[in-house]
């Protein structure tokens, strides 16, 4: 079975901390994802990444940069953490060839600033 | 532009009785369609997809969805609802803009009564 961990389930910050998520999977997957998801808005994707060191903004970047060393390893950042990141995080990967794949998801961490 | 509707944020229901969740989407050539669910404080996992092919689809759990291209709708169904079904269900559709890229429906909340 493919697995993504995450590598915290719920976190408290304060105003300001530089916050790093961490996200792992299993499977070899090309694409890996990071999304925040909040009440009422669904899932919206913050960064993603197609291989190693490559990564793209997604729809919210703002206020978060990412890091991809590994293959196998996907790292979320809030550089200074503000009360509107408070939030859960997902992270997610995919294959990247072939039909298009679904994507596989880790438990979340919940993030709260103060 | 690309975008997902579930018109109901909150559904009940009673055990036993029949499900029915809606989906409408906007998406300019033929969809990847796929219906996520998250248990309270999980991640989300995969209850079905439509690439291609019978317009009706079965999944996990007792689920099955029916993608009408002439409604843009990819409702989920499920004749006979269990306590333990009670979660969040997510709709997305991809691919958006490459990458496998999925945009997420806001999400519908399912409770059972017993």
């Known amino acids: 079975d493919v697995k993504v961990t995450q590598s915290s389930r719920y976190l408290v910050k304060r105003t300001g901390e530089k916050v790093f998520l961490e996200c792992v999977q299993d499977?070899?997957?090309?694409?890996m994802f990071w999304y925040r998801q909040d009440p009422g808005l669904g899932l919206r994707l913050i960064y993603f990444s197609y291989d190693v060191k490559m990564k793209e903004k997604g729809d919210i970047p703002e206020g978060y940069s990412v890091s991809r060393e590994k293959k196998e390893r996907f790292s979320l950042i809030l550089e200074s953490a503000s009360t509107n990141q408070t939030s859960m995080y997902l992270c997610a990967s995919s294959f990247g060839t072939g039909l298009y794949n679904e994507q596989f998801f880790g438990p979340g961490t919940r993030l709260t600033v103060l | 532009a690309q975008s997902v509707t579930q018109p109901d944020i909150h559904i009940t229901v009673s055990e036993g009785a029949s499900l029915e969740l809606r989906c409408n989407y906007s998406y300019g050539a033929t969809p990847y369609l796929f219906w996520y669910v998250q248990s309270p404080g999980q991640g989300l996992q995969l209850l079905l997809k439509y690439f291609s092919g019978d317009t009706l689809v079965q999944g996990i759990k007792g689920f099955e969805a029916e993608f009408k291209r002439s409604q843009s709708s990819f409702n989920l169904r499920k004749p006979s609802v269990h306590w333990s079904d009670a979660a969040e269900y997510f709709c997305a559709v991809g691919p958006s803009g490459g990458y496998n890229k999925l945009i997420f429906g806001a999400g519908t909340r399912l409770a059972v009564h017993p």
């Open positions: 499977m070899d997957h090309e694409n």
